[in-house]
Protein backbone atom coordinates (compact mmCIF):
# COMPACT_ATOMS: atom_id res chain seq x y z
CA UNK A 1 0.00 0.00 0.00
CA UNK A 2 1.81 2.73 -1.31
CA UNK A 3 -0.10 5.49 -1.05
CA UNK A 4 1.48 8.94 -2.51
CA UNK A 5 4.49 8.22 -4.25
CA UNK A 6 7.33 11.29 -5.04
CA UNK A 7 10.08 11.35 -7.20
CA UNK A 8 12.87 12.69 -7.41
CA UNK A 9 13.56 12.49 -3.50
CA UNK A 10 16.06 15.80 -4.02
CA UNK A 11 17.39 17.16 -7.08
CA UNK A 12 19.61 20.26 -7.47
CA UNK A 13 18.87 22.56 -10.28
CA UNK A 14 21.06 25.45 -12.09
CA UNK A 15 19.04 28.43 -12.08
CA UNK A 16 17.15 28.49 -15.64
CA UNK A 17 17.29 24.73 -15.72
CA UNK A 18 14.02 22.58 -16.10
CA UNK A 19 12.44 19.76 -14.20
CA UNK A 20 9.43 17.83 -13.50
CA UNK A 21 8.47 16.36 -10.54
CA UNK A 22 6.39 13.43 -10.39
CA UNK A 23 3.69 12.62 -7.96
CA UNK A 24 1.15 8.94 -7.88
CA UNK A 25 -1.40 7.73 -5.67
CA UNK A 26 -2.78 4.36 -5.60
CA UNK A 27 -6.04 5.33 -3.57
CA UNK A 28 -8.46 6.11 -6.21
CA UNK A 29 -8.84 9.57 -4.88
CA UNK A 30 -10.17 12.22 -7.44
CA UNK A 31 -7.89 15.31 -5.89
CA UNK A 32 -4.54 16.00 -6.09
CA UNK A 33 -2.63 19.19 -4.88
CA UNK A 34 1.19 20.35 -5.12
CA UNK A 35 2.03 22.07 -1.93
CA UNK A 36 5.78 24.16 -1.47
CA UNK A 37 7.15 24.42 2.24
CA UNK A 38 8.91 26.95 3.05
CA UNK A 39 10.36 27.63 6.75
CA UNK A 40 8.03 29.94 8.87
CA UNK A 41 5.20 29.75 6.07
CA UNK A 42 3.65 26.40 6.81
CA UNK A 43 2.52 24.90 3.34
CA UNK A 44 1.34 26.80 0.43
CA UNK A 45 -0.39 25.70 -2.07
CA UNK A 46 0.84 25.98 -6.21
CA UNK A 47 -1.73 24.21 -8.16
CA UNK A 48 -4.68 21.71 -7.58
CA UNK A 49 -6.56 19.16 -9.02
CA UNK A 50 -9.96 18.50 -8.34
CA UNK A 51 -11.09 15.58 -10.23
CA UNK A 52 -9.42 13.89 -13.94
CA UNK A 53 -9.16 16.46 -16.53
CA UNK A 54 -9.19 19.73 -14.34
CA UNK A 55 -6.10 22.04 -13.35
CA UNK A 56 -6.08 25.52 -11.14
CA UNK A 57 -4.54 27.66 -9.60
CA UNK A 58 -3.55 27.88 -6.16
CA UNK A 59 -2.14 30.58 -3.82
CA UNK A 60 1.67 30.64 -5.75
CA UNK A 61 1.31 29.46 -8.91
CA UNK A 62 3.65 31.80 -10.71
CA UNK A 63 6.79 29.75 -12.52
CA UNK A 64 4.62 26.66 -12.71
CA UNK A 65 2.84 24.35 -14.57
CA UNK A 66 0.91 20.91 -14.23
CA UNK A 67 -0.48 17.84 -16.07
CA UNK A 68 -2.92 15.67 -14.06
CA UNK A 69 -1.93 12.56 -16.67
CA UNK A 70 -4.53 10.45 -15.56
CA UNK A 71 -6.51 9.57 -12.34
CA UNK A 72 -3.04 8.10 -10.57
CA UNK A 73 -0.81 11.01 -11.75
CA UNK A 74 -0.44 14.75 -11.59
CA UNK A 75 2.73 16.19 -12.16
CA UNK A 76 4.27 19.49 -11.63
CA UNK A 77 6.77 21.44 -14.08
CA UNK A 78 9.50 24.30 -13.53
CA UNK A 79 10.12 25.54 -16.92
CA UNK A 80 13.10 27.51 -15.92
CA UNK A 81 14.14 27.38 -12.37
CA UNK A 82 15.20 30.32 -10.07
CA UNK A 83 16.77 30.03 -6.55
CA UNK A 84 13.38 31.38 -5.26
CA UNK A 85 11.99 28.52 -5.99
CA UNK A 86 13.98 26.66 -3.78
CA UNK A 87 11.92 24.92 -1.45
CA UNK A 88 10.61 21.06 -0.33
CA UNK A 89 7.77 20.55 -2.58
CA UNK A 90 4.76 17.92 -1.19
CA UNK A 91 2.19 16.22 -3.31
CA UNK A 92 -1.29 15.39 -1.63
CA UNK A 93 -4.53 13.55 -2.31
CA UNK A 94 -8.46 13.03 -1.62
CA UNK A 95 -11.06 12.04 -1.79
CA UNK A 96 -13.70 13.81 -3.03
CA UNK A 97 -17.01 14.57 -0.52
CA UNK A 98 -16.52 13.18 3.14
CA UNK A 99 -13.04 11.60 3.64
CA UNK A 100 -11.69 10.74 6.82
CA UNK A 101 -8.38 11.86 6.94
CA UNK A 102 -7.90 14.63 4.42
CA UNK A 103 -4.53 14.59 2.53
CA UNK A 104 -2.48 11.80 2.60
CA UNK A 105 1.06 13.32 1.88
CA UNK A 106 3.93 11.88 0.00
CA UNK A 107 7.07 12.51 1.48
CA UNK A 108 8.53 15.15 -0.55
CA UNK A 109 10.63 16.32 -3.57
CA UNK A 110 13.97 18.81 -1.88
CA UNK A 111 14.64 21.12 -4.25
CA UNK A 112 17.81 23.35 -4.47
CA UNK A 113 18.27 25.48 -7.19
CA UNK A 114 21.93 27.03 -7.57
CA UNK B 1 -10.51 34.16 2.05
CA UNK B 2 -9.99 31.25 4.87
CA UNK B 3 -6.67 31.68 6.98
CA UNK B 4 -4.87 29.93 9.81
CA UNK B 5 -2.43 30.83 12.59
CA UNK B 6 -0.21 29.40 14.98
CA UNK B 7 0.75 32.23 17.05
CA UNK B 8 3.72 30.33 18.56
CA UNK B 9 7.05 28.99 16.44
CA UNK B 10 8.35 26.83 19.12
CA UNK B 11 6.91 25.23 21.73
CA UNK B 12 9.15 23.64 24.65
CA UNK B 13 7.86 21.28 27.45
CA UNK B 14 9.45 18.69 29.99
CA UNK B 15 8.14 15.03 28.71
CA UNK B 16 5.32 14.04 31.63
CA UNK B 17 3.57 17.70 31.14
CA UNK B 18 0.76 18.49 29.34
CA UNK B 19 1.36 20.03 25.91
CA UNK B 20 -0.69 22.37 23.99
CA UNK B 21 -0.05 24.26 20.52
CA UNK B 22 -2.33 26.68 19.45
CA UNK B 23 -4.46 27.39 16.62
CA UNK B 24 -6.92 30.23 15.15
CA UNK B 25 -8.53 30.72 12.07
CA UNK B 26 -10.58 33.24 9.60
CA UNK B 27 -13.24 31.76 7.46
CA UNK B 28 -16.62 32.49 6.01
CA UNK B 29 -18.80 29.46 6.59
CA UNK B 30 -18.77 26.32 8.78
CA UNK B 31 -14.81 25.42 9.45
CA UNK B 32 -13.67 21.80 8.71
CA UNK B 33 -10.41 21.74 10.94
CA UNK B 34 -7.04 19.52 10.41
CA UNK B 35 -4.04 18.97 12.61
CA UNK B 36 -0.65 17.32 11.11
CA UNK B 37 2.13 16.68 12.27
CA UNK B 38 5.13 16.37 10.16
CA UNK B 39 8.89 14.07 11.67
CA UNK B 40 12.06 14.86 10.59
CA UNK B 41 12.33 14.31 6.03
CA UNK B 42 8.61 12.87 6.62
CA UNK B 43 5.49 14.20 4.56
CA UNK B 44 2.79 15.20 6.71
CA UNK B 45 0.64 13.24 8.98
CA UNK B 46 -2.83 13.13 9.85
CA UNK B 47 -3.55 13.73 13.66
CA UNK B 48 -7.32 14.53 13.81
CA UNK B 49 -10.28 16.51 12.17
CA UNK B 50 -12.98 18.33 13.55
CA UNK B 51 -16.07 18.20 11.12
CA UNK B 52 -19.16 18.85 13.47
CA UNK B 53 -20.38 17.67 16.73
CA UNK B 54 -18.91 17.45 19.92
CA UNK B 55 -16.26 20.79 20.47
CA UNK B 56 -14.06 17.51 21.82
CA UNK B 57 -11.80 15.77 19.18
CA UNK B 58 -9.75 12.79 19.49
CA UNK B 59 -7.04 11.77 18.10
CA UNK B 60 -4.01 9.57 17.14
CA UNK B 61 -1.12 8.89 19.31
CA UNK B 62 -3.58 10.79 22.67
CA UNK B 63 -3.95 13.66 21.18
CA UNK B 64 -7.00 15.70 21.50
CA UNK B 65 -7.83 19.27 20.05
CA UNK B 66 -10.69 21.30 21.30
CA UNK B 67 -13.27 23.32 18.65
CA UNK B 68 -14.10 27.05 19.92
CA UNK B 69 -16.38 28.81 17.38
CA UNK B 70 -16.79 32.13 19.48
CA UNK B 71 -13.07 32.23 19.75
CA UNK B 72 -11.99 30.99 16.45
CA UNK B 73 -9.70 28.37 17.85
CA UNK B 74 -8.90 24.75 17.24
CA UNK B 75 -5.76 24.10 20.08
CA UNK B 76 -3.99 20.71 19.69
CA UNK B 77 -3.80 19.26 23.32
CA UNK B 78 -2.12 16.32 24.81
CA UNK B 79 -2.31 15.89 28.84
CA UNK B 80 0.98 13.97 29.14
CA UNK B 81 3.67 15.07 26.73
CA UNK B 82 6.20 12.52 25.34
CA UNK B 83 9.98 12.87 23.88
CA UNK B 84 8.92 11.04 20.33
CA UNK B 85 6.32 13.84 20.16
CA UNK B 86 9.03 16.34 19.10
CA UNK B 87 7.95 17.34 16.10
CA UNK B 88 6.30 20.11 13.52
CA UNK B 89 2.75 20.66 13.71
CA UNK B 90 0.66 21.91 11.15
CA UNK B 91 -3.27 23.13 11.57
CA UNK B 92 -5.56 23.32 8.46
CA UNK B 93 -8.64 24.88 7.71
CA UNK B 94 -11.29 24.11 5.02
CA UNK B 95 -14.38 25.81 3.85
CA UNK B 96 -16.45 23.36 2.05
CA UNK B 97 -18.02 26.08 -0.19
CA UNK B 98 -14.53 26.62 -1.17
CA UNK B 99 -13.94 23.06 -2.57
CA UNK B 100 -11.37 20.87 -0.91
CA UNK B 101 -8.36 22.72 -0.72
CA UNK B 102 -6.87 23.40 2.50
CA UNK B 103 -5.34 26.12 3.79
CA UNK B 104 -2.20 25.60 6.78
CA UNK B 105 -0.75 27.47 9.30
CA UNK B 106 2.90 28.36 9.33
CA UNK B 107 3.91 25.15 11.58
CA UNK B 108 5.01 25.16 15.50
CA UNK B 109 7.80 22.99 16.30
CA UNK B 110 7.38 21.50 19.67
CA UNK B 111 10.64 19.88 21.93
CA UNK B 112 9.52 17.82 24.43
CA UNK B 113 12.89 17.38 26.67
CA UNK B 114 13.43 14.79 28.85
Known amino acids: NAGVTQTPKFQVLKTGQSMTLQCAQD?????MYWYRQDPGMGLRLIYY???????DKGEVPNGYNVSRLNKREFSLRLESAAPSQTSVYFC?????????????FGSGTRLTVV | AQSVAQPEDQVNVAEGNPLTVKCTYS??????LFWYVQYPNRGLQFLLK??????LVKGSYGFEAEFNKSQTSFHLKKPSALVSDSALYFC????????????FGGGTRVLVKP
Open chain 1, 92 to 104: ASSPLGTDNYGYT
Open chain 1, 27 to 31: MNHNS
Open chain 1, 49 to 55: SASEGTT
Open chain 2, 27 to 32: VSGNPY
Open chain 2, 50 to 55: YITGDN
Open chain 2, 92 to 103: AVRVWAAGNKLT
